[in-house]
Each structure stands twice: as C-alpha cells, then as structure tokens.
C-alpha cells in the first residue's frame, strides 16, 4: 500500500466508524456530490453492527425490546470498536459491558448475554476426535486408570449466577413468553457441539469440579482422587460417581 493511501484510508475508516465523522468528510469533500453519502454509509454499518449482536444474542434482544437493545449497541460500539476482521466476534465483551453499566436486573441480563455468547462460540470452536465408549472398551482393564482424558475444545463449562436458562428456553421457543424474572442462583452450565449441534445441561458441584479437572487433562484415576477429596464423607463411592459421569461424558461426545 503506497505511502499516502494508507493514511486516507485510516482517516476514512475512523470517520466511517467513529463518533466523529470529520476525518471522512475531508476527504470527500473535493469530490462533488460524495459528502452526503458518508451519513448513509455511516448508518448502514451501524445497523450492521447492531445486526450482528442481535444475531449472536436473539434472546437478550428479546427481553429489552428494539429500543432498548439498539441503544446498547450503539453503547457497546461507541466503546468497544470492532477491532477484527470477521464481524462474528464482535461483542465478545458485551456480557462485562452490560455487568459493569446501569441498567435495571444488569447482572441477571450479563449472565444472559454470556450464556448466548457461549453457544455460539462452541460452534466455531475446534474439531477433534471424540473418545467413544467402543474406543475405551478396547483398551485392556489395566490401561483404564491412567488413560489420558480431556475435555473436547467444543466443549465448555460456564459459570452463572442466575437462573437465566428457563427464561432463554421459554423465550427461543415462543418470542411471546410470559416469564418471570431470573432468581439469583449460583451454578454452572456445560455447553458443546456434538456433530453440528450445540447442546447444554446444567451440572452440579460435584460434576463440574470433575470437568475442571478434565478441563487441564487428567485421567480416570485422577477423577476418582478428586472426586474423593471434594466429597470426603462419600468417598467410597467415588469410582461409582465418576463411572457414571464418563458414561454420561462419552454420550455427550465430550472427551478426547
């Protein structure tokens, strides 16, 4: 790119997307009639922007309603400029933006947007090969214990703080749900893709302390230590507790 069309097509780009559309309009100025068109440009990526996150995000959308959500774009872009290439990844940071503002029920609505982020990431998340239950059968009893596991990479384990997930199934499967607002209620949500679909359950301690662990690499004997230890009163029946979990996880097609 030669030395002075780089710093026209900065100039351009910050009056295109910036607050300020100064930059731009000097430039267009010296062509007839081309000045104008900057105001159309300017809102049709807007509105572009705002699209996307209503995409990655079709239930918080929902719940405020078009006024309310444009206007947290309009927000959240003012503040957090797209910096990549790839318009998917733009509002990777809209959950914090929404906990850290001041609109009403904001860490219920946070926890919202983070959930909804999170199933998307696990449909571009890397592919891998899924440990099934025909793979594990085929290694000798004695292997078992200290077969390398881990969690798949289109896999995650998502912490929240409210019970938002009633509100999300009613509201995706009817746009006019009736619902009630989330209760405050600390627990966690595995999210994956399996094939091409994306799934999610909500686990308990137990579970989720075991899939932090897979989450680092482990093994079958590691679980049965770490389910022991985060359960001393049970810890007889840890094996049986992990058992059921790698049964559940090989279905699920989330180890590797």
């Known amino acids: 790119m030669s030395g002075s069309l780089e710093p026209m097509l900065r100039a351009f780009t910050r009056g ?29 990526y807007r509105a572009r922007m705002s699209a996307a996150l209503r995409d990655n ?35 990777d940071g809209l959950a914090e933006a929404i906990a850290m503002g001041g609109m009403p029920h904001a860490a219920a609505l946070a926890d919202l947007a983070r959930f909804e982020w999170t199933l998307g990431q696990v449909l571009d998340d890397p592919d891998a090969p899924a440990l099934d239950a025909q793979t594990l059968q085929s290694q000798p009893p004695e292997a078992w214990a200290t077969l390398p596991l881990r969690l798949h990479p289109a896999a995650r384990l998502l912490a929240l703080d409210w019970d938002i997930t009633p509100l999300w199934q009613a509201l995706q499967a009817d746009e006019q749900a009736q619902t009630a607002q989330p209760a405050a209620r600390p627990h966690q949500v595995l999210v994956w893709r399996q094939g091409l679909a994306r799934h999610w359950r909500i686990v308990d301690e137990d579970e989720a302390q075991l899939l932090h662990t897979l989450a680092e690499g482990t093994s079958i004997g590691a679980l049965c230590t770490v389910a022991a230890a985060h ?26």
Do not use: C, K
């Not at 003012?78 to 733009?90: G, K, N």
């Open 16 to 44: 295109l997307t910036g607050d300020d559309p100064a930059p731009a309009l000097a430039l267009l100025r010296p062509l007839r009639g081309r000045a104008p068109l900057l105001g159309v440009y300017r809102h049709a």
């Open 57 to 91: 995000h079709p239930v918080l959308h929902r719940v405020l309603g078009d006024e309310a959500f444009d206007a947290l774009a309009a927000d959240y872009l003012a503040a957090h400029p797209s910096q990549r290439a790839s318009i998917r990844w733009f509002g």
């Open 231 to 256: 359960s001393p009163d049970a810890a007889d029946a840890a094996p049986a507790r992990v058992a059921a979990s790698l049964h559940r996880w090989l279905a699920d097609g989330v180890l590797t």
